[in-house]
């Protein structure tokens, strides 16, 4: 069993940053792939980011290409994701996930989820 938790959500205005952390506990031993994706009111869960254990792997979604950033620090089991230039449309909550197996956009091919942390983006 893993559980990941996320943080550093809050209320930002356009145009700023913020910083999400996801920390794993539980059954880490090897680590795991992991990905953000994010749902906003009335709307599917999306894919945002993903990274591979080692870290060559990541991923992003176009609608955040260039904005943000994703990382890991193995040693503290912490996967981060670095939101710059912040719009309105980026409200939502964010969650982490562990990859189980498959493609890495897909809520489907995740197992273990975290609680999320809310993002909101004032304009």
């Known amino acids: 069993q893993v559980q990941l938790v996320e943080s550093g959500g809050g209320l930002v205005q356009a145009g700023g940053s913020l910083r999400l952390s996801c920390a794993a506990s539980?059954?880490?031993?090897?680590?795991?792939?992991m990905g953000w994706f994010r749902q906003a009111p009335g709307k599917e869960r999306a894919f945002v980011a993903y990274?591979?254990?080692?870290?060559?792997?990541?991923a992003y979604a176009d609608s955040v290409k260039g904005r943000f950033t994703i990382s890991s620090d193995n040693a503290k089991n912490t996967v981060y994701l670095q939101m710059n230039s912040l719009k309105p449309e980026d409200t939502a909550v964010y969650y982490c996930?562990?990859?189980?197996?498959?493609?890495?956009?897909?809520?489907?091919?995740?197992?273990?989820w975290g609680q999320g942390t809310q993002v909101t983006v004032s304009s």
């Open positions: 996930a562990s990859l189980y197996s498959g493609s890495v956009y897909v809520t489907g091919s995740y197992n273990y």
């Open positions: 539980g059954r880490t031993f090897g680590g795991y792939d």
């Open positions: 990274i591979s254990t080692s870290g060559r792997s990541i």
